[in-house]
């Protein structure tokens, strides 16, 4: 609502900080944790983003070793040490079930990096691409398949690093590949977002249950998909009043997963999104 009101005076809204914000209370609130945004957000967005690069480097023939470990560790260990339950929540959860601290410190790590870079990386995106594409009036007759729409076109997770957990037999369009246990694998979920069709369609949006493929499907789905769903509706149902327009987008080039390090809107529509607030 802060943000909306900001709109509404004619002025900028950052939406990469929106939804860092967004991001570290989605936190704090699943794991029960306690941390400043910056505190919380930096060393994560940073862990993951090296994560990602050292996956990569370990996939590169011209590594020098077979295994690759991150360059920085004391992001991972800075993580870890913010991962004490203070309230309840899953960490509290884990801990009275007496899973051992270490294993819910890192459970928490792997729960508080998926929400964060998922949220930071998906929400400005899909602001962005409303906008580019003249799509607020139909956004805001249906915020939900608008979500729906823009997490299948702009796949936050669209590129994820995994290791093969066990040997494994795949079949593809190209051939047929085997999987050895603990090869470094790069899964892409462009195939699975139905990418034949890649602009998003609020007349006629894609079903939920391929829409969401993004995040995983069966045993493997990602537990926090309705909640990012929701959310992302939520955020186009409070803007889409405002109808508004990008002013200033730079690249973030460091990050794990595809984002804007600054992303300023301005409402088209002060006026209108200043009633509406009302």
């Known amino acids: 609502q802060a943000a909306v009101d900001v709109l509404a005076r004619g002025e900028e809204v950052d939406v990469v900080r929106l ?6 209370a989605n936190a704090r609130a699943i794991l029960g944790i306690s941390a400043p945004d910056d505190e919380l957000i930096n060393p994560i ?15 590169s023939p011209f590594r020098a070793s077979p295994t690759d470990q991150p360059r920085s560790p004391e992001q991972v260990r800075a993580v870890l040490r913010l991962m004490t339950p203070e309230r309840p929540g899953l ?10 601290p270490a294993e819910v ?30 799509l607020w009036p139909q956004a805001a007759v249906d ?9 299948r ?22 051939g047929s590949i085997n999987v050895r246990a603990g090869d ?37 789905a990602c537990p926090g998909s309705r909640l990012a769903r929701n959310q992302l509706a939520a955020t186009i149902a409070a803007l889409a009043p405002l109808a508004p327009q990008v002013s200033v987008a730079e690249v973030e080039r460091t990050a794990a997963l595809p984002h804007w390090r600054s992303l300023r809107i301005r409402a088209s529509q002060p006026a209108l999104a200043s009633r509406a607030a009302r």
């Open 45 to 59: 967005l940073s862990a993951s983003a090296d994560s990602v690069a050292a996956q990569l480097r370990a996939m």
């Open 91 to 100: 960490l509290a959860d884990l801990a009275a079930a007496g899973v051992p």
């Open 105 to 134: 410190a890192a459970a928490g790590v792997a729960f508080a990096t998926a929400a964060v870079a998922t949220t930071i990386a998906s929400i400005p995106r899909a602001v962005a691409l409303l906008a580019d594409l003249g």
């Open 143 to 151: 915020p939900q398949a608008a979500a729906g729409e823009m997490l």
């Open 184 to 220: 470094r694998l790069v899964l892409m979920t462009r195939a699975a977002s139905r990418w034949s069709h890649p602009l998003p369609c609020l007349a006629q949006p894609v079903d939920a249950s391929q829409a969401m493929l993004v995040f995983g499907a069966g045993s493997h």
């Open 19 to 24: 939804a860092r914000g967004i991001a570290a």
């Open 153 to 174: 076109v702009t796949a936050p997770t669209g590129v994820i690093p995994r290791v093969a957990a066990q040997d494994a037999f795949v079949s593809t369009s190209a």
